[in-house]
């Protein structure tokens, strides 16, 4: 098992969840935050610390979100790793309950 940052994360990349990390899991794009599932131990803290519920195991991601299984593993290849909280992006209140912004992940 490892855990999964979904779709609620693009444009709001709210950070809470890389503080409580303890192996450094967490990769930062310019606007979402994947997990790479190689160092992801699975420990579920970084769960509640995400203000807008993206982040779920594995084998809890919803039915419409399991392209995100692949695409965490995929940008966890190419991004660095973040270590430390980081501000959210300045219109990420804005973007918290937009649904569909599949297409406005940023590469």
Not at 89 to 102: F, H, I
């Amino acid at each position: 098992m490892t855990f999964v940052v979904t779709e609620a994360c693009i444009h709001c990349k709210y950070t809470d969840c890389v503080d409580v990390c303890p192996v450094d899991a967490f990769r930062e794009g310019p606007n979402f935050l994947a997990i790479d599932p190689d160092d992801c131990i699975d420990c579920a803290v970084c769960v509640p610390e995400c203000p807008v519920s993206a982040i779920f195991a594995d084998e809890d991601v919803p039915a419409d979100q399991q392209d995100f299984i692949p695409l965490n593993a995929e940008l966890a290849r190419q991004w660095p790793t973040i270590t430390k909280t980081n501000g959210a992006l300045p219109d990420a209140e804005d973007w918290r309950e937009v649904t569909g912004k599949r297409a406005e992940l940023k590469r």
